[in-house]
């Protein structure tokens, strides 16, 4: 919409805004309902006006547009799921323990370790997973067969798990996310219905209004006609030519033509009320809206066939429960996918750097005790370090050094194997999703029938309202060509009063039931218009 549209808006929101205050200070002068009725202010609108106030005013919309934002957000969500996840973690422990083997080399190992490490893992979009890993430690013990102390340990590890049956493919694995997009489709046509029915509602209710102003104004008229033959029959009674029960009989007409004007007004103080409802004015609020729109009384032409082609095609409804036929496509190929075994393929490749201080470099031997020979001891000497200038010896860069110069790599690679017995749950979970399949299928069908059906009723129905118009049109012309006769004859003496009066309230009728049948066949163009889906054109709205 255009900003010159909601800056008249809002000066029409505030202009209604001080008729209340216009209308709750003379309440409290006036007590009584005429008083009231005379003091409101008018709030002129015309149809864009109300319809687009409609809009602004509107919870229901509001809630549906917040839907829509909610929406939204689950395609970030799902895209995350393919996000890298980095990871860090560093940690710090020290033990004690009792040894019962020589080997362990100390009756009491005291380990002090710490140990600093950080990866990066992510899922990919072909389902399988792929990890990278670089870990590193620093180890102090007192265990004499360590051959360098403290020493210092980095690994750098790659690893990869591939699906290639079950949950391999994009197809697979990026099921959520086609459904989070498809729903935002199909929240966003909601959103377009919602509007379209605002529109209509609002569009509906408004000649509603302006039925019921226009029966004022044929009753205000009928009240004046009546008071002036009051008069010019109170004449003839004092002239003697009508009899005296003429001015009761007129007197009677004039209060049922103020009984008709009341009802006339209340229903549409009515219809204004369902209208200030709809636009959402402030509590309290009474202005006297006044419709300055007349409806329409041309002809519409309607080619049936091209307005179901442009229903089909504009319709929000279609576009939506297609969307929701492609879910549940995308849940079938799931469901498919999972009766499939389990079979993954792995693999990893790692480097790996060791280097630490000698625990004696002088004399890199150690003594073990392996037995007795009668009362002697045992023992063997173990050459632990043979080269003080050994690779390992160093810090801990030395160890990175040693990592990254490749000496030391490890990799691994396998398969295995998985499937459940008889895999009933997947069984029952693909027969489900071809049944919804097939449901779904059936209701983009059932509305594409439905549609149809709507366009090529409310198209006869433009045809047969308009026929009424006509119809109740030449009613009321020959209803004001009796009353005018009527009356002529009333004045020569040669009609009584109660032809006169007769003759208007058939008058009366005939213009009532004219402007009815104007009203219904706008209402009929507005239901119309919503089934081939141009209320949004219409109104020039862009979601």
Same mark, same amino acid.
């Given at each position: 919409?255009?900003?010159?549209?909601?800056?008249?808006?809002?000066?029409?929101?505030?202009?209604? +805004?001080?008729?209340?205050?216009?209308?709750?200070?003379?309440?409290?002068?006036?007590?009584?309902?005429?008083?009231?009725?005379?003091?409101?202010?008018?709030?002129?609108?015309?149809?864009?006006?109300?319809?687009?106030?409609?809009?602004?005013?509107?919870?229901?919309?509001?809630?549906?547009?917040?839907?829509?934002?909610?929406?939204? !957000?689950?395609?970030?969500?799902?895209?995350?799921?393919?996000?890298?996840?980095?990871?860090?973690?560093?940690?710090?422990?020290?033990?004690?323990?009792?040894?019962?083997?020589?080997?362990?080399?100390?009756?009491?190992?005291?380990?002090?370790?710490?140990?600093?490490?950080?990866?990066?893992?992510?899922?990919?979009?072909?389902?399988?997973?792929?990890?990278?890993?670089?870990?590193?430690?620093?180890?102090?013990?007192?265990?004499?067969?360590?051959?360098?102390?403290?020493?210092?340990?980095?690994?750098?590890?790659?690893?990869?798990?591939?699906?290639?049956?079950?949950?391999?493919?994009?197809?697979?694995?990026?099921?959520?996310?086609?459904? &989070?997009?498809?729903?935002?489709?199909?929240?966003?046509?909601?959103?377009?219905?919602?509007?379209?029915?605002?529109?209509?509602?609002?569009?509906?209710?408004?000649?509603?209004?302006?039925? !019921?102003?226009?029966?004022?104004?044929?009753?205000?008229?009928?009240?004046?006609? !009546?008071?002036?033959?009051?008069?010019?029959?109170?004449?003839?009674?004092?002239?003697?030519?009508?009899?005296?029960? &003429?001015?009761?009989?007129?007197?009677?007409?004039?209060?049922?033509?103020?009984?008709?004007?009341?009802?006339?007004?209340?229903?549409?103080?009515?219809?204004?009320?369902?209208?200030?409802?709809?636009?959402?004015? &402030?509590?309290?609020?009474?202005? %006297?809206?006044?419709?300055?729109?007349?409806?329409?009384?041309?002809?519409?032409?309607?080619?049936?066939?091209?307005?179901?082609?442009?229903?089909?095609?504009?319709?929000?409804?279609?576009?939506?429960?297609? %969307?929701?036929?492609?879910?549940?496509?995308?849940?079938?190929?799931?469901?498919?996918?999972?009766?499939?075994?389990?079979?993954?393929?792995?693999?990893?490749?790692?480097?790996?750097?060791?280097?630490?201080?000698?625990?004696?470099? +002088?004399?890199?031997?150690?003594?073990?005790?392996?037995?007795?020979?009668?009362?002697?001891?045992?023992?063997?000497?173990?050459?632990?370090?043979?080269?003080?200038?050994?690779?390992?010896?160093?810090?801990?860069?030395?160890?990175?050094?040693?990592?990254?110069?490749?000496?030391?790599?490890?990799?691994?690679?396998?398969?295995?194997?998985?499937?459940?017995?008889?895999?009933?749950?997947?069984?029952?979970? %693909?027969?489900?999703?071809?049944?919804?399949?097939?449901?779904?299928?059936?209701?983009?069908?059932?509305?594409?029938?439905?549609?149809?059906?709507?366009?090529?009723?409310?198209?006869?129905?433009?045809?047969?309202?308009?026929?009424?118009?006509?119809?109740?049109?030449?009613?009321?012309?020959?209803?004001?060509?009796?009353?005018?006769?009527?009356?002529?004859?009333?004045?020569?003496?040669?009609?009584?009063?109660?032809?006169?009066?007769? &003759?208007?309230?058939?008058?009366?009728?005939?213009?009532?039931?004219?402007?009815?049948?104007?009203?219904?066949?706008?209402?009929?163009?507005?239901?119309?218009?919503?089934? !081939?889906?141009?209320?949004?054109?219409?109104?020039?709205?862009?979601?």
């Amino acid at each position: 919409m255009r900003m010159w549209r909601f800056l008249r808006l809002r000066v029409l929101l505030l202009a209604g +805004a001080a008729v209340v205050g216009v209308v709750s200070a003379s309440t409290a002068s006036a007590g009584a309902e005429g008083q009231l009725g005379a003091s409101r202010e008018a709030l002129p609108l015309t149809r864009d006006d109300v319809a687009y106030l409609a809009l602004l005013g509107s919870r229901d919309l509001k809630v549906d547009r917040l839907s829509a934002r909610i929406v939204a !957000t689950e395609i970030s969500s799902e895209r995350s799921a393919f996000h890298p996840v980095l990871s860090l973690e560093s940690s710090e422990s020290k033990s004690k323990n009792l040894t019962g083997s020589a080997l362990a080399g100390a009756t009491e190992i005291e380990t002090e370790t710490t140990t600093w490490s950080s990866g990066i893992r992510a899922k990919l979009l072909s389902g399988g997973t792929a990890s990278l890993d670089f870990t590193n430690s620093r180890l102090d013990s007192n265990s004499q067969f360590l051959t360098i102390n403290p020493q210092y340990q980095s690994t750098l590890a790659l690893s990869l798990t591939q699906p290639l049956l079950r949950g391999f493919g994009p197809t697979v694995n990026t099921w959520r996310l086609r459904v &989070a997009e498809n729903n935002v489709g199909i929240s966003r046509y909601q959103l377009q219905a919602r509007v379209a029915a605002i529109l209509a509602e609002a569009e509906s209710v408004y000649w509603d209004l302006a039925r !019921t102003h226009r029966d004022v104004e044929i009753k205000e008229q009928a009240l004046d006609l !009546t008071r002036q033959l009051a008069r010019r029959t109170e004449e003839l009674v004092s002239e003697g030519i009508l009899p005296e029960t &003429a001015r009761l009989q007129s007197k009677s007409s004039v209060l049922q033509r103020q009984a008709d004007l009341t009802i006339a007004q209340n229903a549409e103080r009515d219809a204004a009320r369902r209208l200030q409802d709809m636009l959402n004015l &402030a509590p309290g609020s009474d202005p %006297l809206i006044v419709p300055l729109d007349q409806p329409r009384v041309e002809p519409t032409a309607v080619d049936l066939s091209q307005a179901v082609k442009d229903a089909l095609a504009r319709r929000p409804e279609l576009p939506q429960v297609k %969307l929701d036929l492609k879910n549940k496509d995308v849940l079938l190929g799931v469901a498919r996918n999972q009766i499939l075994p389990q079979l993954n393929l792995f693999g990893s490749y790692g480097l790996s750097g060791l280097a630490g201080e000698p625990v004696n470099a +002088a004399n890199p031997t150690v003594t073990i005790p392996i037995g007795r020979r009668g009362l002697a001891s045992v023992n063997a000497t173990v050459d632990i370090f043979p080269s003080a200038t050994s690779q390992a010896v160093g810090d801990y860069g030395t160890a990175l050094n040693n990592l990254i110069s490749g000496d030391f790599p490890t990799w691994k690679v396998g398969m295995n194997l998985t499937f459940p017995l008889g895999n009933v749950a997947a069984k029952s979970q %693909l027969e489900k999703a071809e049944l919804e399949m097939q449901r779904a299928e059936i209701a983009v069908k059932n509305v594409e029938h439905v549609i149809t059906l709507e366009v090529e009723r409310l198209g006869r129905q433009v045809e047969s309202s308009y026929k009424a118009i006509e119809v109740t049109r030449a009613f009321r012309e020959q209803a004001l060509k009796r009353v005018e006769m009527t009356r002529d004859q009333f004045e020569l003496g040669l009609a009584s009063l109660s032809a006169v009066v007769e &003759a208007q309230r058939d008058l009366i009728t005939a213009e009532q039931e004219e402007w009815k049948a104007v009203v219904d066949y706008n209402k009929v163009l507005v239901q119309f218009d919503r089934a !081939t889906g141009s209320m949004l054109e219409k109104y020039r709205v862009d979601l």
